[in-house]
């Protein structure tokens, strides 16, 4: 079992930035691929950005390539999502899931953390 801690959400501006922390603790491993979703309200949740188990691939939704970047902490058992450039179409709930294959197949997450509300204003 692991659990996710996600942390670093809040109200922003468009175009400032966040950064999102997700702690992982319980049984963790460095060998599962983590991924970031995000869900707004009334649409339906979305994997925006992922990272292999050792950071060799990473994934990126269209919407956000470009502005956000994931990286991981193996070492802490983190996995951070720095986004830039924030939009008012940014704004949603966002989760970090864990990918037991250790590269980034969106069926496979589970371990869903609480989430984070991110709120970017116009």
């Known amino acids: 079992q692991v659990q996710l801690v996600e942390s670093g959400g809040g109200l922003v501006q468009a175009g400032g930035s966040l950064r999102l922390s997700c702690a992982a603790s319980?049984?963790?491993?460095?060998?599962?691929?983590m991924g970031w979703f995000r869900q707004a309200p009334g649409k339906e949740r979305e994997l925006v950005a992922g990272i292999s188990w050792n950071g060799g691939t990473t994934y990126y939704s269209d919407a956000v390539k470009g502005r956000f970047t994931i990286s991981r902490d193996t070492a802490k058992n983190t996995v951070y999502l720095q986004m830039n450039s924030l939009k008012p179409e940014d704004t949603a709930v966002y989760y970090c899931?864990?990918?037991?294959?250790?590269?980034?197949?969106?069926?496979?997450?589970?371990?869903w953390g609480q989430g984070t509300q991110v709120t970017v204003s116009s």
């Open positions: 899931a864990v990918d037991r294959t250790g590269v980034v197949v969106i069926s496979a997450f589970e371990y």
């Open positions: 319980g049984r963790p491993s460095s060998y599962y691929a």
